[in-house]
């Protein structure tokens, strides 16, 4: 992958990670989400970008950034399964006309802890995120020599 390709990556793989918030933030506002984020960390479409070897992600980075990464992203899912588990585990269990009629509300007590779980799950994301600002910096900043 060449300099601007890298970069783009970079910039996808955010996108990516923010459509994932937003699915947990529609599914909080009782909003049906049909395709959640996977909970295995190699399956979301950020770490299917990740842990790709044909991006050469962690040659490019260099280890110390793509370690930080690779932690905050795992921390991120450990976080997920959380949230996962109260709005999207029992979607797969639901028949067609329970998910016609609206067959499983969620109660207050879920909903709060919920709630508890996204705001820590926004700590990571806010980390995760800024770890890829520093990244694209240091991608910028890297000679074109550096690339594929």
């Not at 996962?84 to 269990?93: A, E, P, S």
């Not at 910096?137 to 074109?144: D, G």
Request: aromatic share 10%; with cysteine.
């Amino acid at each position: 992958m060449d300099k601007t390709k890298t970069l783009e990556s970079l910039q996808n793989a955010r996108k990516a990670h923010l459509s994932q918030m937003a699915k947990i933030e529609a599914a909080m506002s009782d909003h049906d989400v049909d395709n959640p984020t996977a909970v295995a960390k190699t399956k979301c479409e950020f770490g299917q970008w990740l842990y790709a070897e044909e991006n050469h992600v962690k040659e490019i980075l260099g280890a110390q950034f793509y370690e930080n990464i690779e932690t905050l992203h795992g921390q991120w899912h450990a976080e997920y399964i959380r949230i996962f588990d109260i709005f999207f585990k029992d979607n797969k269990k639901k028949g067609f006309f329970s998910k016609i009629i609206g067959g499983h509300k969620h109660d207050e007590m879920e909903i709060d802890k919920a709630k508890l779980y996204y705001s820590e799950l926004q700590v990571t994301t806010n980390a995760l995120l800024k770890a890829l600002d520093s990244s694209e910096r240091r991608v910028s900043a890297l000679n074109e020599s550096k690339f594929h």
